[in-house]
Structures are given as structure tokens and as C-alpha cells.
């Protein structure tokens, strides 16, 4: 296994990342058999696990912490904060407040006294950067966090939040984890040349499109179980399945598994430290430990740059991030007295 710097942290990583997010009720609802999992990706080399307390509303955490006693600390261990955990309106976002508490609910829940890296999930437009990043730096002085991060944050609010960090002395956002795979490479444009410049490491998820790269959503074929159960419909884009058509012959003249082929792609751009794997069995997690040493030659990542070109991507994941200015659609149009006035 050859580890990688998490930006300029000085922690070690392994270039696959365990996300947690399948154990527990949303996917694999035995505890013993995702624990299972879990060490046998510790014994893979893997040394880098990442959950989050919104996962199955907190049973994620719950099942890493039961996994790592004994090997707390041989892991680099990642957890999230910000999404809804409850009706009230103040257990979510990324204020002092709700930091505070959720930290220590996380940390009960994941057995330890203290979280390697600590991540925004979500942006939160309605809470000041400078609250959030003040809160986290109680959090690292205290010792219950080591490093802070984000997901999903466009490349303006990181070099924002950068600043703030500088002008008020604050610890800044070691990390950044966007989505990221041969499908969508819009991060290329300029969250990842960010993250080099400000030195953050890269925890990059669903490197296999949402499922779209694993070879079994093909065109022409009726496979609707994924898609009815979670309610994806980039499963059924025409456009990335077709995209998944012309890659599979690249796959294929690689001498490669189109799953293997998209996690060495994912794991080949020099911004990218890691990236997270989602195993829901032990077959899933065997299949994706198989491509662990390939490296993919210029011609092979020539080719899939024919097909999706760098800085591009081909249709959206359901679960990718909106900010308000797009979720919204008050945001994006006058009001109707205005247009009438017009």
C-alpha cells in the first residue's frame, strides 16, 4: 500500500477511503457481518474510515466504533456534521450550537475521545464561516478533533473560507470531499487546483458514478432494483449510459473490470488523495481491493478523455449538492411585480 499525505496535515492515507455510509439500516443491517467488513479492509492496508452521525441516523458510527476497538489507533478516522438529525430546526447546520452537541454525540457513538478529521457535510449558508470555523477551533484545542474539513463546497466558499481563517486566526478546513468520478469531472476545473494551492487533502466519493460504473446498469437492459429502492434516477440517464457503453471496450482493452478502471481514474489525478469505496458486502468490498495496484497508462486515460472530456461531466448524481441559488427557485427569478414593472 503506498499511503498518501492528506494535504499538508501530515497524516498518512491509504489511496481507498472505507466509507461507512452502507452499514446499518440503509444498507447492510447486520452489525456483525459490516464489522466483518471493516476489518477485513483494515487488513487490507486500508487505514482511512469514513462515516458520518446522519448515516442511518447515527447506526453508521455506531457499527465503525464497535469495529475499531482494539485498532482505534492504527485509523484515520473521519466522521460529518451538519444534515438534519431531527425535527428540530436547530439539530442540523454548521452553527456553534449544534457543533458543540453533535461532536459529543458522534463521539459516544464512535466509542473514542477524539475524531481525526471532522467535516462539514453540507455547506451551511445561513450560519457565518467565521462561527463555524471558530466552534471547530475550540473543537481542535480541546483535543476532540484533529482536522477540520468540508464536502461539497464550490471553489468561491473555499477560498473564502481560506481567508477568514487567515484574517481571524482561526484553523482553516484541511480537507474538501466532492463527488468525483469519470462521469463527473466538473472538480477538475477548479476545486481540485484549490485544494493543491491551499494544500487540502482530497476525499473524493462516489468515484463509481452512483452505481453507474459498476457495469450493471447497461443500455437497453431493464435493471430497476437500485433505482426503485433508492429512487436514483441518474441510473436511467440516457446520456451516462451511454457514456458507460463507450467505456466498457476501454475497460476491456486495459484488461480490466469497468469498476476497477474507474476507481484507478479516480485515484490518478494528483489532486485527488483518496477515494471512498461504499461496500455493502463482502463481495462488493473483494471486488473493489482487486484493483488496488492498477495504474492506469496515458492512453488508457487519454481515451476515457475522448469520451468525457476533463473539467466536464455527463448528466448529474441525484445526490450531488445544489447551493440555494439553484435549489431555490425565489432565487433564481424576479418577483412578479418587478417583471410586470419591467
Known amino acids: 500500500m503506498q499511503y498518501r499525505n492528506l494535504g499538508r496535515t501530515g497524516i498518512k492515507v491509504s489511496p481507498y477511503a472505507l466509507g461507512a455510509m452502507m452499514f446499518g439500516a440503509l444498507g447492510n443491517p447486520d452489525h456483525i457481518d459490516s464489522i466483518k467488513i471493516i476489518h477485513k479492509a483494515l487488513d487490507a492496508g486500508i487505514n482511512f474510515i469514513d462515516t458520518a452521525d446522519v448515516y442511518a441516523h447515527g447506526e453508521s458510527e455506531e457499527i465503525v466504533g464497535k469495529a475499531l ?43 473514542t475521545d477524539h475524531i481525526d478529521l471532522y467535516q462539514m457535510q453540507r455547506p451551511d449558508p445561513d450560519t457565518d464561516i467565521e462561527e463555524t470555523l471558530s466552534a471547530l477551533s475550540d473543537l481542535i484545542r480541546s483535543g476532540k478533533v484533529r482536522a477540520v474539513g468540508t464536502s461539497t463546497m464550490d471553489a468561491s466558499d473555499i477560498v473564502k473560507a481560506q481567508w477568514v481563517a487567515e484574517r481571524r486566526g482561526v484553523e482553516r478546513f484541511r480537507t474538501e470531499q466532492p463527488p468525483y468520478s469519470i462521469l463527473d469531472r466538473g472538480i477538475e476545473r477548479e476545486v481540485l487546483p484549490l485544494a493543491q494551492e491551499y494544500g487540502m487533502g482530497t476525499l473524493v466519493y462516489s468515484p463509481l458514478a452512483g452505481g453507474m460504473l459498476t457495469g450493471n446498469y447497461r443500455k437497453g437492459q431493464q435493471n430497476s432494483t437500485h433505482r426503485s429502492q433508492y429512487g436514483f434516477r441518474h441510473l436511467a440517464d440516457e446520456r451516462r449510459m451511454e457514456a458507460v457503453e463507450q467505456l466498457i471496450p476501454v475497460a476491456q482493452d486495459a484488461g480490466i473490470p469497468l469498476t476497477q478502471l474507474a476507481m484507478a481514474f479516480a485515484v490518478a489525478h494528483p489532486g485527488v488523495t483518496s477515494a471512498l469505496i461504499g461496500p455493502r458486502t463482502m463481495e462488493h468490498l473483494d471486488s473493489t481491493l482487486a484493483g488496488l495496484d492498477v495504474t492506469l497508462t496515458d492512453e488508457t486515460l487519454d481515451r476515457i478523455d475522448a469520451i468525457v472530456p476533463p473539467g466536464y461531466g455527463v448528466g448529474r448524481l441525484d445526490m450531488a449538492y445544489n447551493p440555494p441559488a439553484i435549489e431555490q427557485a425565489a432565487l433564481r427569478r424576479r418577483p412578479v411585480n418587478e417583471r410586470a414593472a419591467a
Open 69 to 111: 476497538k482494539g485498532r482505534r489507533d492504527d485509523v484515520v478516522l473521519a466522521t460529518k456534521v451538519s444534515l438534519s438529525m431531527g425535527d428540530d430546526p436547530n439539530q442540523r447546520g454548521a452553527s456553534r450550537r449544534w457543533i458543540t452537541t453533535a461532536v459529543e454525540n458522534s463521539l459516544r457513538r464512535l466509542q
